[in-house]
């Protein structure tokens, strides 16, 4: 399999309780989402193979106004997962096709860790999910309950995600060599993704408020591939997206690594 058996979704909701409409803020005259879709061009994607996933009509007409590809989904979705679900379902995506789901608040995201989840993805179909962790290099990191912990076990399998500081090196609490920070970019075939939007909110995944968990619960496997570049913050936040916004229009920022 290679790039053209990948489908790129960006889920763009209007709607965000901390910076509603987000997706339609511009950064040098294009909205977020345009720049999302830029670094899934600049990762090989075709544009024909990238799908924009909206609830709101005014992202759908400034999407057909820029020529991108633009799906109107149901507001009711609770998860990205969920609105990228009836993505496939609408287009009619065969099972076995892989669906590259990439935040679309993250104008940044480095093409190198699109490059290499599509990769670690067609390589490893043993995973039904494929995501990214990147080191954990501080104990303030490792403590914060806001930067959600990897665990992973052999070959890329991960074991748990949580937002405790984990694993715990008995012997050094110092040691922070096994501590992994979660990447929030999936890939799954449709299969894994329909099977997964089966399932019922899981009592861990409600517990601590972590999607992926639901996977865990209901014996999906999910594997991670360790990351080494920078990865900016998405925009959650004004501040996020005046600090970004300032990246880029001063071209101070690479996004192939």
Request: glycine share 4%; aromatic share 8%; hydrophobic share 35%.
């Amino acid at each position: 399999m290679t790039l053209e058996n990948i489908k790129v979704v960006i889920p763009a909701r209007y709607s965000s309780t901390r910076l509603p409409g987000k997706p339609l803020l511009q950064i040098k005259q294009k909205p977020i989402f345009w720049h999302v879709v830029q670094r899934c061009l600049e990762a090989g994607f075709k544009i024909s193979d990238i799908h924009v996933a909206t609830d709101d009509i005014r992202i759908v007409n400034e999407a057909t106004h820029l020529n991108i590809p633009i799906i109107m989904t149901s507001t009711e979705h609770e998860s990205g997962s969920d609105r990228i679900n009836e993505v496939a379902e609408k287009e009619g995506w065969s099972e076995e096709t892989v669906v590259l789901n990439v935040q679309g608040d993250e104008p940044l995201i480095p093409v190198t860790l699109i490059k290499e989840l599509s990769a670690f993805t067609l390589s490893n179909p043993e995973f039904l999910i494929t995501t990214a962790v990147k080191q954990v290099n501080s104990y303030n990191d490792y403590i914060n309950p806001n930067i959600v912990k990897a665990i992973l076990g052999e070959k890329g399998r991960a074991l748990y995600f949580t937002r405790s500081p984990a694993p715990l090196c008995r012997d050094n609490h110092n040691n922070l060599s096994l501590a992994y920070k979660h990447v929030g970019i999936y890939a799954y075939t449709v299969a894994s993704l329909r099977r997964f939007c089966s399932y019922p909110e899981a009592p861990l995944e409600k517990y601590e408020k972590l999607e992926q968990l639901r996977a865990l619960s209901h014996g999906m496997s999910v594997g991670a591939f360790i990351f080494d570049g920078n990865i900016e913050h998405g925009v959650d936040t004004i501040s996020d997206y005046e600090r970004i916004k300032s990246l880029i229009e001063n071209e101070n920022y690479d996004t192939s690594n």
